[in-house]
C-alpha cells in the first residue's frame, strides 16, 4: 500500500476526489465559528443542539443557509443551556476576559427571540 506525502504547498493545490469506483462516506458537519474580534456575531436559527466530549453545542444557521457550530467555550456553553431547536439567536462575542480565579476565558452575551410558530414549523418540514 503507497502513502502520498505533499509538502504544505502541494497540499493546498491537491484537491481529493474519490476514484470512480469509491464513493465518500461520512455526514457533513457544520463549519466551527470562530469569532476573532470584540463583538463579532453570530445570528441566527438554532437548528440543532448537542453535547460533545468538549461540552453543548449549538448548529446555527444563518440568513444565508450558511450552518456554524459554536466553539466549545465555557462562558458560551452555559449561555447555551437556555436555548430550544427553532430559537433565532445572535451571539456576541466580548473578547477575553479574565475569571475569578485568574484563568483568561473568551466572553459571550446571548440574545434569543422565539420564531413565531409558522416558522417553526417551516424548520421541521
Given amino acids: 500500500m503507497a502513502t502520498l506525502r505533499f509538502d504544505e504547498e502541494e497540499a ?3 484537491e481529493v476526489m474519490p476514484a470512480e ?3 465518500e462516506v461520512g455526514g457533513e458537519f457544520a463549519d466551527y465559528w470562530h469569532p476573532e474580534i470584540k463583538h463579532d456575531e453570530l445570528k441566527g436559527v438554532v437548528m440543532a443542539i448537542g453535547e460533545s466530549e468538549f461540552g453543548i453545542y449549538c448548529d446555527i444557521e444563518t440568513e444565508d443557509g450558511l450552518t456554524f457550530r459554536t466553539p466549545a ?3 458560551l456553553q452555559n449561555r447555551l443551556q437556555k436555548l430550544q431547536e427553532g430559537d433565532f439567536v445572535r451571539i456576541v ?5 479574565r475569571t475569578k480565579s485568574g484563568r483568561w476565558a473568551e466572553n459571550y452575551r446571548v440574545f434569543r427571540r422565539k420564531l413565531p410558530d409558522e416558522k417553526q414549523q417551516k424548520l421541521g418540514e
Fill in 12 to 14: 493546498e493545490q491537491h
Fill in 21 to 23: 469506483d469509491e464513493e
Fill in 73 to 75: 467555550h465555557k462562558i
Fill in 93 to 97: 462575542y466580548e473578547g477575553r476576559i
